[in-house]
């Protein structure tokens, strides 16, 4: 792959590695080339953002149609549109700008960081803030925060498959040739890639947009995946346009052939085109979804991407690593034994000169080894290390002290058993034989089904040469095991308990022994069942993995390419799939996922790919933030039943009507007002109580309930209005103000309290609405019914309506009410038809 060369010249005054750049330097350097990002979202001002409310279709028209209207000498009607359009967009604006400065201190908890060297001390700073001439420190499991040239470098190595397609890291070192820019130098680190293992210190020559990655980034940018979410409201909002055309057209062709008012008739078709619109939609979805979020961030968890917390709510199984899910993750150690399991301090101390010298990512493991205290490791000096990898499960550091050189090995049992041909006791070395080799497996087997974590420690004695493989793992000498203990949470147990009554299934996928594994599940209360490992998967089909990771619990000794084909055959069962990881080879399974899940204290690479991030550690925290997803979208969920039902009912019954009436059912600034005030209701949706029952289970888009709603609940309060419009007619006797007046009131009666009924699967008597919620359904109605009896009646068109009227009004509501709480128990027990999004 051939990448531009940076723009940025590297010539720059380079600081001093001891001082790095001032404070005041940086800050110059940023205003000239700007934030180190190197595909820049284009953001708008707020005054950008309100002008684009201006730019809806619907606006537009509905402006024009005010200054047609004006200029016609309708003025109370020019002057009424123009006054609820402001109106509206003053909410929608309001309530929409403040939920994404919300959203904005949420995500910069969690942005990307680098560790830079400024006015002579190290410190943490966002990304974006990162400049040319900066010096950084980079170690395991960082995000190379921009193109740099190494001026120090020890054992390093970097992925960079985003910028060269190489699947095995590369290494790379300081020195060589300066004037080089490609991915392909051994002494230049880039933006885009991350540091698998080793430590370096470079200089930063390029950002953003200068940086190698910033020269592909727009070709690499792609659209986001479209969530399940996304999709539904895609979904939703086409066949509510569906609606709003053929009704549209058919009140035209209507108003044509009957010879209604030109200039009403098209106010009117606009004014039930808008009445049908879920204008509010976006704002509705946007504020309750923020405000799920900022609940969420209370609970300790931080949503970087907002469509993200209808998936979190979705999710129905959850895989995860033991350690630091269902453990505290923080490892103590226990003994250091013998091959027999005779208390022993050899494997200590050579576990200690391993981990004193490794330059990968520190384990839980290696903290607790360095705790302790060691003798005789004085005058050892590195000389290389082989780092640890998923399919040896070890790591390897060559040493040397006066004339001795060894490499000491670390790691599973299972890593190193195979490769030893003797063992050291007391001193003395002694051959391996199939009864020491028995004993050794017994005796890592016995701490592992205590629960205790179990490293080996093995060396061998090497000749000088200068660098070292694997090849060099071999013929080693066993001193003995480590054996660790990481006891669950204390609420481990309860939080899965939870879960499973809450519908999510949890699954451990871990890289640790199965007896280790088994012993932690049984104090946890997750029933197991047979554990499969990871060389079993590794001889499966993705079809019969599929069905053995259905009906499997716990999973072991699994590699992470393991982990992601798990995560895909959940998914292919049509599993909502949520992962948790913080490792650096955790990415790609994070990215499979659909939810990807990471701890505030992960690696850079784990919180980057991760979706969901949690500032503590553990179940109960992600069971907190489950349920709150499920609440976000059940509350959004009600704005969008409202939207295709009694609403849908009173559009069409207008459309109807038009039909046999000499006049038009309700004037056009009357079906606005009536959309107004209706929209102006379910504003306080988002504040809403959602009902314990509802967040028991998983919650999907169920498309066959929206379309039920529109076909059953709508047609419902069709039958009421043209009741009404009978009553009216026939028995009042009204004329064409009164008919507009006394219609007004009921429309936006019913299709407003229905709203009561709707937001819960419960009897709506035994369930509480929000207090906000409450009073603005309530104060709406008021409102409508009391415009009649006020100065703005007569500009408005309406008059006051006979006591008589209001007793049909109370019993038409009332029976209306009763008969849309039948249609809906049958409508919400019916099966779920859901649909997952093709990835």
């Not at 790591?395 to 004339?403: A, F, W």
């Not at 503590?616 to 499920?630: T, W």
Request: proline share 5%; with cysteine.
């Amino acid at each position: 792959m051939q990448v531009v060369p940076e723009k940025l010249s590297t010539t720059r005054d380079a600081p001093a590695i001891d001082h790095g750049l001032t404070s005041l330097e940086a800050a110059e350097r940023l205003h000239e080339f700007g934030p180190n990002d190197p595909a820049p979202a284009r953001r708008r001002s707020g005054v950008s953002d309100l002008l684009l409310l201006f730019l809806n279709p619907l606006v537009i028209i509905l402006l024009i149609a005010a200054v047609l209207a004006g200029f016609l000498g309708q003025l109370v009607d020019a002057i009424i549109i123009i006054v609820m359009v402001l109106i509206g967009i003053a909410i929608n604006f309001y309530q929409t700008y403040r939920s994404q400065l919300a959203i904005e201190r949420l995500r910069a908890q969690v942005a990307p960081t680098a560790t830079v060297l400024r006015d002579g001390k190290w410190q943490e700073i966002p990304r974006l803030g990162v400049v040319a001439g900066d010096t950084i420190r980079l170690s395991a499991g960082d995000l190379v925060p921009a193109d740099s040239r190494l001026a120090t470098s020890r054992d390093l190595y970097v992925q960079q498959a985003a910028l060269t397609g190489e699947s095995l890291p590369v290494e790379k070192e300081a020195g060589g040739d300066e004037s080089s820019s490609v991915p392909g130098a051994r002494n230049r680190v880039f933006l885009g890639t991350s540091v698998v293992s080793g430590t370096a210190i470079a200089t930063v020559v390029a950002t953003g947009r200068r940086t190698a990655f910033g020269e592909i980034a727009d070709r690499l940018a792609q659209r986001p995946v479209e969530t399940a979410f996304d999709q539904g409201l895609r979904r939703f909002g086409f066949l509510i346009m569906q609606a709003v055309v053929f009704l549209v057209l058919f009140l035209i062709v209507v108003s044509v052939a009957l010879h209604h008012d030109p200039l009403q008739s098209l106010l009117f078709a606009v004014a039930l085109a808008v009445g049908l619109t879920p204008e509010f939609l976006p704002m509705i979805t946007s504020v309750t979804l923020a405000k799920g979020a900022v609940v969420m961030a209370r609970k300790k968890v931080i949503v970087k991407h907002l469509s993200a917390i209808q998936n979190f709510g979705s999710i129905d199984v959850l895989c995860s690593d033991k350690t630091g899910t269902l453990t505290s993750g923080k490892m103590v150690l226990d003994r250091s034994v013998g091959v027999s399991g005779e208390p022993d301090q050899r494997p200590l101390t050579l576990a200690f000169v391993n981990s004193k010298f490794e330059t990968g990512i520190r384990s839980p493991l290696d903290s607790a080894i360095l705790q302790q205290p060691s003798a005789d490791i004085e005058g050892y000096q590195k000389c290389d290390e082989i780092p640890f990898d998923f399919e040896r499960r070890r790591l390897s550091v060559v040493v040397e002290r006066g004339p001795e050189r060894l490499l000491i090995t670390k790691g599973s049992p299972e890593g190193i058993l195979g490769l030893i041909k003797g063992y050291e006791a007391g001193g003395i070395v002694h051959t391996i034989d199939s009864e020491i080799l028995a004993r050794c497996h017994q005796t890592y087997e016995t701490l592992s089904g205590q629960g205790f974590r179990v490293l080996a420690v093995a060396y061998a004695a090497v000749a000088p040469k200068a660098a070292y493989s694997v090849a060099d793992e071999r013929d080693l000498l066993l001193a003995g095991f480590l054996a660790f203990g990481d006891p669950p949470l204390p609420d481990a147990r309860e939080a899965v308990a939870a879960l499973r009554r809450d519908g999510v299934k949890v699954k451990i996928i871990t890289g640790d022994s199965d007896l280790v594994t088994s012993h932690i599940c049984g104090e946890v209360g997750i029933d197991h069942g047979k554990i499969v490992l990871g060389e079993e998967i590794e001889h499966m089909s993705d079809s019969a993995l599929a069905h053995v990771a259905g009906q499997t619990t716990v999973f072991a000794r699994v590699s992470p390419a393991q982990k992601n084909r798990i995560l895909l055959a959940l998914k292919h069962r049509g599993h909502v799939v949520g992962f948790m990881g913080d490792g650096i080879n955790d990415a790609p399974s994070l990215h499979a996922a659909d939810v990807g899940i990471s701890v505030s204290t992960a690696v850079d690479v784990a919180r980057d790919a991760a979706d969901i991030i949690l500032l503590e550690p553990g179940l109960k925290v992600l069971h907190e933030g489950i349920l709150e997803g499920r609440k976000a979208f059940g509350n959004v969920m009600k704005y969008l039943l409202m939207g295709t039902s009694s609403n849908f009912g009173n559009m069409l019954s207008m459309a109807g009507a038009s039909l046999f009436l000499p006049f038009l059912p309700m004037l056009p600034t009357q079906i606005l007002l009536n959309n107004f005030l209706y929209d102006m209701a379910q504003v306080t949706i988002p504040t809403d109580n959602v009902d314990a029952a509802y967040v028991r289970k998983p919650q999907h888009w169920d498309i066959k309930l929206i379309r039920n709603f529109m076909i059953f609940i709508g047609p419902i309060s069709s039958v009421y209005d043209f009741l009404t419009f009978y009553v009216l007619l026939h028995f009042l006797r009204a004329g064409e103000a009164e008919f507009h007046t006394g219609w007004f009131v009921e429309s936006l009666a019913t299709q407003t309290l229905v709203l009561f009924i709707i937001r819960t699967n419960r009897n709506p008597l035994r369930s509480r609405p929000s207090g906000p919620l409450a009073v603005t359904t309530l104060l709406m109605v008021a409102l409508g019914t009391a415009l009649p009896y006020t100065p703005f009646a007569r500009p408005l068109g309406f008059t006051p309506l006979p006591p008589l009227y209001f007793v049909f009004l109370a019993l038409a509501t009332v029976t209306y009410l009763a008969l849309v709480e039948i249609a809906k128990r049958r409508l919400m027990s019916a099966p779920v038809e859901r649909f997952r999004v093709r990835q």
